[in-house]
């Protein structure tokens, strides 16, 4: 019987591994899809950065133009800015 306890004993061992294993690789795919994520998003934030920027520009140059007054640039400006 010393046999089929330390057999016991093994398996019991290599089921609690094996659940400390996934355990991990769940915690580890969990960081992977939070990192893509914030990835994702500082990649949106640059883009709406540039868009942004595009925008600001465009309306300066508008205004250069006289197609948009002093006061129509500035309001225009500020939805933009959200101010």
Do not use: C, H
């Amino acid at each position: 019987m010393p046999g089929g306890l330390m057999r016991a004993a093994a398996t019991a061992s290599m089921v609690s591994n094996a659940r400390r294993n996934r355990a991990e690789r769940k915690a580890i795919e969990n960081y992977n899809d939070q990192q893509q994520q914030n990835q994702q998003q500082q990649q949106q934030s640059q883009n709406d950065q540039s868009d942004l920027t595009a925008q600001l520009e465009e309306l300066q140059s508008l205004k250069n133009k006289g197609i948009l007054t002093e006061e129509e640039f500035q309001a225009k400006k500020k939805q933009l800015l959200g101010i």
